[in-house]
């Protein structure tokens, strides 16, 4: 699947996504500026914090309480489509996703 990886000032970074990788792993293996991945996906930081766009956020698993707990602690700015790019498997219904990608990470 290929997902587009926008960052804050704009860079869009395309990538190919195995079915079942997740939205951190995927931008880390690819160098995506901005995705720290720091935790390794273990969702004890939020350095993979991306912004989904409607109507694919619309079309997500909905976050887990941990999820959002950890969105909390995150540096940027919280938005209506916050994720955790770990918290994301790609499937094949997700062929085409755009993400954005905070100002900050840390």
Do not use: F
């Amino acid at each position: 699947m290929k997902v587009t990886y926008v960052s804050a000032s704009g860079q869009r970074t395309e990538v190919d996504v195995p079915e079942g990788d997740n939205l951190m792993q995927a931008a880390v293996a690819n160098n995506v500026d901005g995705i720290v991945g720091e935790c390794g996906g273990s969702m004890m930081c939020a350095t993979c914090h991306v912004y989904v766009d409607e109507p694919w956020a619309a079309g997500l698993p909905e976050k887990s309480e941990g999820e959002t707990e950890m969105l909390e602690c995150a540096t940027a700015e919280l938005k209506a489509g916050s994720r955790l790019g770990c918290q994301i498997t790609v499937n094949a219904g997700m062929d085409g996703l755009t993400v954005h990608v905070p100002d900050s990470q840390q």
